[in-house]
């Protein structure tokens, strides 16, 4: 029990120290800004390079892939178990999916102009 609690003071320990140090060796200077500044060929920049980012293509992405990695997860599910506990495992799984694809669609997330 001491050895664990030990092992856990030290991983948070060393976890802030890393942290700290990160922090401490990354420090970026605000005063230059030349680059961060986009280069058009030596000419001052005619438009912003920073063009709004639509969050409704983020959020269809996000989504997409979750459902995706759902997906993947599917397929090697009957090979790995025995045929009634694959369909009552794919069945619960499935409900899910299902369930999760009409919450979002209810939200209104899965539309993409108002």
């Given amino acids: 029990m001491k050895s664990i609690l030990t ?6 320990t060393l976890s802030f120290i890393l942290i700290i140090l990160s922090l401490i060796l990354s420090k970026k200077s605000t005063l230059d800004k030349e680059k961060s500044s986009p280069y058009e060929c030596g000419f001052n920049p005619f438009s912003s390079s920073r063009i709004p980012f639509s969050l409704r293509f983020f959020l269809i ?12 997860l599917l397929l090697p599910i009957p090979l790995t178990t025995s045929l009634k506990n694959s369909m009552i495992t794919l069945s619960i799984f499935l409900m899910i999916l299902i369930l999760g694809l ?10 993409w102009a108002n």
């Fill in 102 to 111: 009409f919450h979002e669609w209810n939200q209104g997330a899965l539309e």
């Fill in 7 to 12: 092992s856990i003071i030290l991983s948070i």
């Fill in 61 to 72: 992405s996000i989504i997409f892939l979750i459902f995706d990695v759902e997906i993947a």
